[in-house]
């Protein structure tokens, strides 16, 4: 399967998703998760029109971006380390990875730009994921209002590793809701208007559970067809 042809399902089932949940596919955009793609695949995924990519990784990130730096606009979607924020920082576009406050600090610190940044929620609570757990991320994000480099424009989540429809929606649920709160306190450095939510497994889902940006590399990029 080409991402050409994987492109295309994965287009019909945001549509068709979008019309089950009553959407605005304008309102969605597609990241490209280039993780597990060669630089070959990075570049067809750029030829065939798709200009978000994500990476999880500083090392690989600065790889495909020393050769698709210009070409792209790049999301930072892994957990990323205090000292590793200097090298990639002013590369990046958008952070969906923003999980505590010695990080955010560092970005203060070392960034030239505002970094327009997604707060990490560990919604279901399962140990081996990261991120805030809910009730913590309100009081995190007023503590985020001196670092001025820093714009919260959203929530993100990595829903529970299960197939159980009910228990993604209700992660998703969760996630919204919690985006809602913060959304209304009009606060001037997180404005929080995004929720980047949604994978391979369970993008449709999240679409109709109204994620703005969904991240997706295993359906792009597998050969199964
Ligand atoms: C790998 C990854 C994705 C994409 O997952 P797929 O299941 O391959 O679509 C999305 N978000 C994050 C944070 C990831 O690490």
């Known amino acids: ?10 287009q019909q089932r945001i549509e068709r998703a979008c019309v089950k949940g009553n959407r605005n596919p304008e309102d969605i955009t597609f990241i490209a998760v280039t993780k597990y793609a ?3 695949k990075t570049k067809e995924i750029l030829e065939a029109g798709i200009h978000h990519l994500g990476e999880n990784r500083d090392q690989e990130f600065l790889r495909k971006y020393g050769h698709y730096g210009e070409e792209a606009t790049w999301h930072f979607i892994g957990t990323l380390q205090t000292r590793k924020v200097k090298n990639v ?3 990046i576009d958008y952070l969906h990875s ?3 406050m010695s990080l955010a600090e560092e970005i203060q610190k070392r960034a030239k730009r505002t970094i327009r940044a997604f707060v990490q929620v560990n919604v279901s609570g399962e140990e081996t994921k990261h991120g805030l757990e809910i009730e913590q991320v309100l009081p995190f994000i007023e503590n985020l209002q001196p670092l001025h480099k820093i714009h919260v424009i959203g929530l993100m ?4 590793n299960t197939r159980d429809e009910t228990v993604l929606r209700n992660s998703f649920r969760r996630l919204k809701t919690l985006q809602q709160q913060i959304q209304a306190l009009h606060l001037p450095f997180a404005s929080c208007q995004h929720l980047s939510m949604g994978m391979s497994n369970d993008f449709e889902i999240a ?4 994620a703005t940006m969904i991240r997706i590399g295993t359906a792009l990029i597998s050969d199964r067809g």
């Open 1 to 10: 399967m080409s991402v050409v042809k994987n492109l295309e399902r994965i």
């Open 98 to 100: 923003l999980d505590r």
């Open 207 to 210: 679409i109709e559970e109204g």
């Open 38 to 40: 060669t630089l070959e």
């Open 89 to 91: 920082i002013d590369h």
């Open 157 to 160: 989540t990595m829903a529970p």
